[in-house]
């Protein structure tokens, strides 16, 4: 059999098993991943700021609006850092967080910028967890919060065509 046909074969099966895979991902499961559209509500941090958010699988980590940012040393050796972040409705919280490290992210017009990253409760879709997030200006952006692959990964699966998709919510309640 040619190397053609095998490889014709295999998209035809998978092309028939993947729409029952992804149907039964929408009842979500703790073993299941979670269908979410690609633009979803998210809920950053203990008191659930809600924010909006794009699901993005081209991004490693998760990166998130902070304004007023600044770090600073703690005890003389821990990096920390200072920064606000504003919710959908325009409330305004707080943080002071561990730096758990520095990134360099390359910017789309030239030279590099470096990050502070920290780690935050996040939740998407009924889809809780820490995430690690470097804090950005995100102002000229559509959206405050992208959510990358560290966090997508195993728990969410990105419909590109959708938005909003989710049925789960997100509660601070019973925490």
């Known amino acids: ?9 295999l998209a035809l099966i998978f092309a028939a098993t993947m729409p029952a895979a992804i149907a039964q991902s929408h009842n979500p499961r703790e073993d299941q991943a979670t269908v979410l559209g690609y633009i979803e509500d998210a809920f ?24 007023d940012v600044e770090v600073y040393k703690k005890s003389g050796k ?9 919710g959908k409705d325009g409330r305004s919280i707080r943080y002071d967080q561990n730096v758990v490290s520095f990134v360099a992210i390359k910017l789309k017009t030239g ?10 409760p996040l939740c ?3 889809v809780k967890g820490l995430a690690e997030f470097t804090l950005a200006d995100r102002e ?16 969410i699966i990105v419909d590109s065509a959708a938005t909003f998709a989710s049925h789960e919510t997100c509660s601070a309640e019973g925490e």
């Open 1 to 9: 059999m040619k190397l053609s046909h095998i490889f014709t074969s």
């Open 44 to 67: 950053i941090g203990k008191l659930y700021l809600e924010m909006k958010a794009k699901l993005d699988t081209g991004a490693d980590t998760s990166s998130l609006y902070a304004r």
């Open 78 to 86: 821990d990096s920390w850092v200072r920064f606000r972040v504003v």
């Open 111 to 120: 030279g590099t910028q470096r990050r502070p990253v920290i780690y935050l």
């Open 124 to 126: 998407v879709g009924g």
């Open 140 to 155: 000229h952006f559509d959206y405050q919060v992208l959510i990358g692959r560290e966090f997508l990964a195993s728990r």
